[in-house]
């Protein structure tokens, strides 16, 4: 029955909290209290099936979601509100509805209990890309269930081109009080309880999960093995993680902890954040600095193995890809950001595990990747690689990927030091190349202080750096002039324009070159606080000087002279706790704790449109900060 308030799990055991994740390598799901936002299933890297939205939500309804303490269950309390001019308070002792969320740790199941005592609907919507069959009677072991089926097929076109693969498959059925209304295009909750299960796979598998989840002949989630099984896993898995249990920030890390085991994929790559279900690259190192820090080691070494698989696949560095073996985005074909980033990641992991046998076995690939790295030096510099956000979030234009990059630059130049170091450290030959590389880190570093660092402030980009090089006259990426427009947007091949933009074929021929872009430098923040953040740069550049670029950084985000994002704020708290600014490092964690409370800022770098708590960097960042 229905917990009375007092009786709840919110006051102990459950954190309150609206933005969810739940995933198990094979099917990740992104809520939004009861409302499912997103739905993957079979690849993490594929479109979404469905979106579920409560028509529970309203003036006088509302929900109260949250995890249960060391656990990825979700309890979700809908609420009656009541009172003069429907005053924002809670005017009842017992809830209206209660729902538990819940996803099975090996098996693509996901399952939703529902316990209600008024009626009301979910409505489902189903993308047109989706074909979809409803049975009133399907036989399910030796009983009938009314069933949805789902049938994504191959080639199914998302995130900027990609396609899928292979065809995917999920069922939806209903047991209980619940039932299907208009088409299956609603799911209606009678008063009383009910389960709406949902699994994925090819034909058969869809129906065994089916069978699994339905045999359970359990309506409560205190009483299904589903339930059991998936705590157990999330217990056993916090357990063997070094969040410590009188960690004052405990249940915080737990929740990075929680997104980032589910945003992983069975091969190993990491999602990158919700609206964006691919693995970036360049994230790699800060993800595996979490699993360390976490204990977690065979993670890390998983998200490894997920790069190698790629690297064998295709023999070249991307920025992007997807968890299908074909699946990665040609059209950012710099491997500045993403390739150093992998070199250090590998050198971070080898050196806290020990695993040099690991190091040893992929050596091949960490050469290529620093000399492919080696060959786009330019005027001391390394340039951006086209997906990085300050590109992406229109910062910077498509082209000023040819600008020198700040963090592309600090990035090469770290992983070209602790590589050498590693492999002399090691007596692991690198066949006499040991002093051009660290020749090749001199340069970058020397750049670094000539055109990066000027005074208290730190540039973003350099433009000086496509001097030196001749663009390519054709690239493939999103128009830089269609994206300033809300008529069209052009995914493809680009043309070079006079300007030094490249646009698609019809903003060329519309000589849309009246917009003027700016090629000067940019200084942000964000940019001294990428330099402040690695203690390395402090072997070049004296630490006074990092002192007083980080103090003048920490003066304008007090400010708020710029864009307020949870990952800066986590590069400022890294920084100041190397200078040991006592008062800094209080007021960074407290900037960070109310920013993910109140989801009002983005949480990735230069102002992000994705603003729930899954941007995985994000979690990860949380997690080296914190711990």
């Known amino acids: 029955m229905l917990a009375d308030e007092n009786s709840c799990l919110f006051s102990d055991e459950c954190k309150t909290k609206d933005d969810l994740v739940l995933g198990n390598g094979n099917m990740l799901v992104y809520l939004k209290n009861t409302d499912i936002l997103s739905f993957h299933a079979g690849e993490y890297t594929t479109p979404s ?15 109260r979601s949250a995890r249960k303490r060391d656990t990825s269950t979700y309890v979700h309390r809908l609420y009656e509100y009541g009172g003069v001019n429907k005053v924002r308070k809670f005017t009842k002792s017992i809830e209206d509805a209660r729902i538990v969320d819940v996803m099975h740790p090996s098996s693509q199941t996901f399952v939703r209990y529902c316990e209600n005592i008024i009626p009301f609907t979910f409505e489902l919507k189903i993308p047109p890309y989706v074909s979809r069959g409803l049975f009133e009677r399907y036989k399910i072991g030796a009983k009938y269930y009314q069933t949805l089926s789902l049938v994504m097929p191959a080639g199914v076109s998302f995130y900027k081109n990609e396609v899928t693969c292979s065809e995917n498959r999920m069922m939806i059925a209903l047991s209980g009080d619940v039932r299907f209304i208009s088409d299956g295009d609603k799911i209606e909750l009678l008063p009383g309880q009910s389960r709406i299960v949902f699994t994925a796979g090819d034909g058969k598998s869809c129906v065994d999960n089916l069978l699994f989840a339905l045999g359970d002949n359990s309506y409560f989630e205190e009483n299904s093995k589903i339930v059991s099984e998936s705590e157990s896993f999330w217990k056993s898995e916090i357990a063997r993680s070094n969040i410590a249990d009188r960690h004052s920030d405990r249940e915080l890390l737990i929740d990075a902890l929680i997104a980032l085991v589910s945003s992983q994929s069975a091969d190993g790559g990491v999602i990158s954040c919700f609206g964006e279900n691919v693995i970036r690259a360049d994230c790699v190192n800060d993800i595996v600095t979490a699993f360390l820090k976490l204990g977690l080691c065979d993670r890390a070494k998983k998200t490894l193995e997920f790069f190698v698989g790629k690297f064998k696949l295709c023999g070249k560095f991307y920025q992007i890809y997807g968890t299908s073996p074909y699946q990665y985005e040609r059209y950012f074909s710099n491997s500045a950001l993403g390739a150093s980033e992998l070199v250090r990641a590998f050198v971070n992991y080898s050196e806290n ?37 300050e590109i992406s979030e229109e910062i910077l234009t498509l082209g000023a990927e040819y600008h020198g990059s700040l963090e592309s630059t600090l990035s090469a130049y ?46 973003l980009n350099v433009p000086l750096r496509e001097k030196n090089i001749k663009k390519k006259r054709f690239a493939y990426g999103e128009c830089d002039m269609c994206r300033r427009s809300i008529s069209h947007i ?64 920490i003066a304008e985000r007090q400010n708020d002279v710029f864009v307020r994002t949870v990952r800066s704020d986590m590069l400022f708290l890294e920084a100041v706790k190397y200078f040991d600014l006592k008062e800094y490092e209080i007021l960074f964690k407290d900037f960070i704790r109310t920013d993910l409370d109140s989801s009002v800022y983005p949480h990735t770098v230069c102002g992000s449109r994705t603003k729930g708590k899954f941007d995985t960097q994000t979690m990860a960042c949380l997690i080296s900060a914190f711990i």
Request: charged letters at 25%.
């Open 490 to 553: 052009y995914y493809g091949e680009l043309e070079l324009a006079g300007n030094g933009v490249y646009m698609c074929p019809k903003c060329l021929s519309e000589n849309r070159y009246s917009e003027r872009f700016s090629t000067a430098c940019t200084y942000m923040p964000q940019a001294s606080v990428v330099l402040c953040a690695e203690p390395r740069i402090f072997d070049v550049i004296p630490e006074k000087n990092i002192k007083k670029i980080l103090e003048s950084a």
């Open 353 to 389: 595990t020990g695993d040099i046998e690991f190091f040893k076995e992929n050596f091949a690939m960490l050469k290529k990747a620093v000399y492919a790295l080696i060959s786009e030096i330019a005027l001391g510099m390394m340039p951006f690689s086209g997906c990085e956000r």
């Open 49 to 63: 099936f469905l979106t579920l939205e409560c028509d529970f939500y309203s003036e006088e309804f509302s929900c």
């Open 414 to 459: 770290i992983s070209f030091v602790k590589f050498t170091d590693f492999c002399r450290e090691r007596s692991i030959k690198i066949q006499n190349d040991n002093g051009n590389i660290l020749r090749k880190a001199d340069e970058l570093v020397q750049s670094i202080k000539k055109y990066f660092v000027m005074g208290n402030k730190v540039t």
